[in-house]
């Protein structure tokens, strides 16, 4: 299984969606237009992931 951690080379604000995009294999950039469409939804979440989660993975 795989940590959740955020990005410490692919940063735009927090690391989350790099983090994320290094996560799932895929692009930074299709997550960030993930986040963006699924808005005010995915503002939460960004920011308790931004919150919670560090570069060493854990929450």
Do not use: C, H, Q, W
Not at 6 to 24: H, K
Not at 30 to 53: D, N
């Amino acid at each position: 299984m795989r940590k959740v951690k955020i990005s410490s080379t692919d940063r735009a604000i927090y690391g989350v969606a790099g983090g994320t995009a290094e996560n799932l294999g895929i692009p930074s950039f299709i997550v960030r237009l993930a986040f963006i469409f699924t808005l005010p939804f995915s503002f939460v979440v960004y920011f308790f992931l931004a919150y919670f989660v560090f570069d060493d993975g854990y929450i």
